[in-house]
Structures are given as C-alpha cells and as structure tokens.
C-alpha cells in the first residue's frame, strides 16, 4: 500500500461529512470505537454529519478491512481536548486511526468461569472457549474493566496502514494513543494492545520519544550507580513515561551504572543498563551508591 494524493491506495475512500483545513500531521492517534463489532456501522457513523462533528482518517475493521474517510493533509475531528508533548490540540497535526473494540465493558459476574463484560450500550459480551480474548485488567491509565483483545488480522492491518504512512508522509514523527493524550478523559486504545509490538514492527528501534529523552538529558558523572529501592521491583522502560512501554521489571536491591540523567515532564529520569538492554527508570524509586573506588 501507497500513499497517492493524500489518500491509501487499495482501500475504499469514503469522504466524511466532517473534513477540516489543510495539515501537516507529526503524529498518528490511536483509537478505539468503543462500539458494535458490526462490520462498516462504525465507518458509517464516522462518515456521517453526525451531531457530535466526528471524523477520522482512517477505520480497521477485526477483519482487517481498512476504510478511509479524511485525507491525511486535512484534519478530522477525533482527539478532541488533547495535548502532545506541549503541543494542544492534536486534531491540527494528527492522523487519526480508529480500530473497532468494545472498549471497557463492565465485568459481569458469573460462577461457570466465563469470562463476561457488558459494554456501554448494554450488548453482552461472553468467551466460554476463548474466541472474543476477554480479560479483565485494571492500569493506572484505564482503571478497571473486562477487555477485548484485537485479532491479529486487524493488527497486522493496523502495522501495514502504519508502514504505509510512514512511508509516504515525512513529516510523521510518532505513534501514540488517545489515553496517551488526553489522560483521564479517554482509555484508548486498551490495556491489552501491543503498543510496543507495533512500534517495532512499523519504526524498527528508532523511537522519537527515546531520542527526544537523549536531548533532555546530560551524561552521568563516570562510574555513577544507583540501587533499586522498590519493593515490588521498578520498570525499565524503553523512554520515560508512562506508556505501555516496559522492556521488563529490576528486582529490588539490584544496582545499576547510570549512563544519563535529566527531568524529564518533572520527573527524574536515569538511564541505565540492565541485562544488556539500556532504558530508563525513575530516579525516585532508586538510592544513589558509593562511587566506585571511593
């Protein structure tokens, strides 16, 4: 797949009644529908003069069937109250992907040991075999509900529609998601999306977050350490924040050379080496160690 004029090549282009000025996208937002799993409603709402004024760029159906509705130099209406790294009101540089999911659905208790979540509109939702993938989990950044995983299918068209877009529009920096930028108000995409699968898949190991991190701090004084100090263990994390972007949890009490440190969105960060894969963790939840020699 292509981008040709602004729009993807083999994809059905069906033009949203809400389609705004001319942009220059930096970003791609990803959303879920949080609605029916009915093939093409979701695309033909956001297509719609709906009354709440939305659109988006692009829709991924669980099949993996992508619908294009917005240009992508032209913006569409689906961040709302949103901010990226400073920068407000992310409609005015984004490309907007929405991908049909229930979103959070309210755990339905039952003793037969099948999983059940009732969605926002009242459709029950249940996985005696494990078909639908339900799970219920609770983040800081979704609170707690029962989950619909994405099939792979609709992943894999997720990461092709990505690729694409990266290919054909320069100016695309990262990949980020609607919780991610308005952080309390929206939960998606989530908590069971493969957010740093698809990053690799689509940027390889150029993550912008990462270098930006690079530029925002300073090289650590030679030979400096510093030793967990978190009960429960603390994550190394591939840039700082609170992203879905764990490379894995450092048992309490580990210590740990410090190649880099700097406040980063007010908090310290140190980035470290751990198990051969460098990251970042949080200065606070670690306590500094004699320098070595002293």
């Known amino acids: 797949m292509r981008i040709r004029a602004h729009k993807l090549d083999g994809v059905e282009y069906r033009a949203a009644a809400n389609i705004g000025p001319v942009i220059v996208p930096t970003i791609v ?29 692009f829709v991924v159906e669980t099949d993996g069937t992508i ?25 005015g540089f984004s490309v907007g992907i929405e991908i049909i999911n229930p979103g959070r659905m309210e755990p339905v208790d039952g003793r037969d040991g099948v999983m059940r979540g009732r969605a926002w509109w009242g459709q029950l939702f249940e996985d005696p075999v494990g078909i639908l993938g339900l799970v219920r989990k609770a983040t800081p950044q979704h ?17 092709t529609l990505l690729s694409a ?36 898949r689509v940027l390889g190991d ?16 030679a030979q400096q350490e510093v030793q967990v100090a978190a009960a429960g263990g603390l994550n190394l994390r591939s840039w700082p924040s609170w992203n879905p972007n764990v490379i894995t949890s450092i048992p309490d009490g580990t210590v740990l050379p410090v190649l880099r440190s700097g406040t980063i969105n007010g908090r310290l960060w140190h980035r470290v080496i751990y198990g051969g894969r460098e990251g970042w963790i949080l200065a606070s939840y670690t306590k500094p160690v004699s320098q070595k020699g002293a």
Not at 179 to 200: H, I, M, Q, T
């Open 67 to 91: 619908t294009q509705l917005v240009p992508v130099n032209r913006r569409a209406n689906h961040a709302g109250a949103s901010i990226y790294h400073g920068r407000e009101y992310c409609n």
């Open 29 to 57: 937002v990803l959303h879920d529908t949080a609605g029916p799993l009915t093939k093409g409603s979701s695309a033909a709402y956001l297509a719609s003069k709906n009354t709440a004024g939305v659109s988006v760029h």
């Open 206 to 221: 150029h993550q912008p977050e990462d270098a930006d991190a690079i530029v925002a701090s300073e090289p650590a004084p």
């Open 143 to 159: 609170g707690d509900g029962v989950w619909m995983s994405y099939p792979q299918a609709q992943i894999d068209a997720v990461v």
């Open 165 to 200: 877009l990266f290919d054909g529009i320069k100016s695309l920096e990262a990949i980020t998601t609607h919780w991610y930028v308005s952080p309390g108000r929206k939960v998606d995409v989530n908590p069971l999306f493969p957010l740093d699968e698809l990053r690799a």
